[in-house]
């Protein structure tokens, strides 16, 4: 409300009605490797593969209806080192 409150230069807003929200734990799978090593042709990346489909997610969901909003809030890649290959990455999603 706040973003669309403040444009219409209201201060106060009413809730009338509250969506219905699912929240998702997510899972992409790929496969671990040295950053310096692995090809690119030879990648398995869990990361690449899970800002893919948040890109698609975006989409889709401003397609779908106006008023529907999906939120990847957090983002967790395994191993975690900076000069590894993510292969595994979880993440949430809410979608209202």
Same mark, same amino acid.
């Given at each position: 409300?706040? &973003?669309? %409150?403040?444009?219409e230069? @209201?201060a @106060?807003?009413?809730v009338? =009605?509250? *969506? /219905? !929200? $699912?929240?998702?734990?997510?899972? +992409?799978? /790929?496969? !671990?490797?040295?950053? /310096? ?5 030879? $990648?398995?990346?869990? %990361? !690449? !593969? =899970?800002?893919?489909?948040?890109? +698609?997610?975006e ?7 106006p008023? %529907?909003? =999906?939120?990847?809030?957090?983002l *967790?890649?395994? &191993?975690? =080192?900076? *000069?590894?290959? &993510?292969?595994?990455?979880? %993440?949430? @999603?809410?979608?209202?």
């Amino acid at each position: 409300q706040g &973003p669309c %409150l403040e444009q219409e230069g @209201l201060a @106060l807003g009413v809730v009338t =009605a509250i *969506n /219905g !929200a $699912r929240r998702l734990r997510c899972r +992409f799978t /790929g496969e !671990a490797g040295h950053a /310096g090593t692995v090809p690119m042709t030879h $990648r398995k990346d869990a %990361l !690449a !593969a =899970a800002a893919e489909w948040m890109v +698609f997610i975006e989409a889709t969901t401003r397609e779908q209806d106006p008023q %529907l909003v =999906a939120t990847v809030g957090t983002l *967790n890649c395994a &191993p975690g =080192a900076v *000069n590894v290959i &993510p292969g595994e990455v979880t %993440l949430s @999603l809410d979608v209202r």
